[in-house]
């Protein structure tokens, strides 16, 4: 069959395709209220972020994930495999901490927080800075290949590459102390896994911030797609006020809206042109909205000029909007028996965990019966048993242990009864336990071990064991 048959004509007018192809977008820069607020959390995460891991705390990094010693150190609380429940219960505290939000304020967390709204906006701030607002963008990326669009987009690409590398060697740096791999990175002698993560973070940032952007929210993140399920009539979300605002449609400043049949909204496009997803908030509420809230910002501002009131699109509830309810009517429908139940079990476990961690033992003990050596009669007819104490001093001080054993009449430990432990570390430590045989009958009998800090005596741990006569 030629290029030119019949068949592969009637084909090629048959098909189409069953995707949307994508279309760029470029956001207008936008000031404003909410702007300002972004900016501050764009601030506030990431001073956080790559600052926390440079944090010193008691001559060690202050916030460490240490996966070669199996430990985790937050502040003043060391966390051990044995306390992965404590993390567990934190990330249900979290997760439910954002269900609950956005059940009262719609897409808080997306608008304000996430790593990919965070780093979206300071990727695009670079790229403004070197290439200019939407309509210069735009020119720009419909312009042939010269010097000075070649170099401009060797700056942006550049200063994203570095601020991607960044931010990977800074996540890595909370799972081994960066001062290490900043010594590292001198030599680039980074460890294999060191290596693969810095590369996947990077290159993950660099990606998703400065290519995919609004398609992570939209096709990637399961978050946008259930959230829906958490939102009822009285959920805060960013609303256009069609009843103000329609029928839209340019109009002289001076002129009269009303004589002319027109409302608020003077069809300015600029909603749309600052959207980072490229929607129309017009449209209604849609998924892809990640509540940014920059078309109020920018609508405000044409409010301002036309010398209308500012809100046409607005912070407000479905219930709102319909029945005319002003702040005050809102507030006090946050209060509703849905949100009072979801605050009242995240308040009980947030208490409980709290509680939990204030009342962490510092010092742990595992006695473990030692089955290679089985019961046995040693000099003087004694009779001995053997375990294997596994003391862990979960404290941030040096701490020295005082072990003794009771259960048996003339039950004695064999070996050095005082242990040293320096911070945050374990010991395993073999004890020979030795009782008379006339003390107890054949069989399993309760013994107790004692572990005692000599400087506090109040921490203790009193642990059982099963010593076996033969
Ligand atoms: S920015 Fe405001 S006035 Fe302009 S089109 Fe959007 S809703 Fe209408
Ligand atoms: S519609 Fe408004 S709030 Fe939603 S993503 Fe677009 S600019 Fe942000």
Redo the contacts with the bound molecule.
Sequence with gaps: MTANSPDTAAEATASSSLYEVHKKIYPKAVTGLFATWRWVLVWFTQALYYGLCWLPWNGRQAVLFDLVERKFYLFGLVFWPQDVFYLAVLLIISAYALFLFTAVAGRLWCGYACPQTVYTEIFLWIEQKIEGDRNARMKLDAAPMNGAKLAKRALKYGLWGLLSIWTGFTLVGYFTPIKTLAQEAVSLSFGPWEWVWIVLYSGFTYGFAGHLREQVCKYMCPYARFQGVMFDPDTLV?TYDEERGEPRGTRKKSADHKAEGLGHCVDCGL?VA????G?D?RKGLQYE???????IDVCDQVMDKMAYPKGLIRYSTENALAKHWGAKDIVSHVARPRILLYSAILVAITVAWIWGLATKPSLRVDVIRDRMTLAREVEDGLIENVFRLQVMNVSETRQRYAVSVTGLERIALMGEPIIELASASNKNITFQVRVPPESAGKGSHTIYFDVKSLADEKVAVHEKAIFLMP
């Design positions: 960013i909603c600052v959207c980072p997803t929607i908030i909205c990640i509540g940014c809230a920059a078309c």
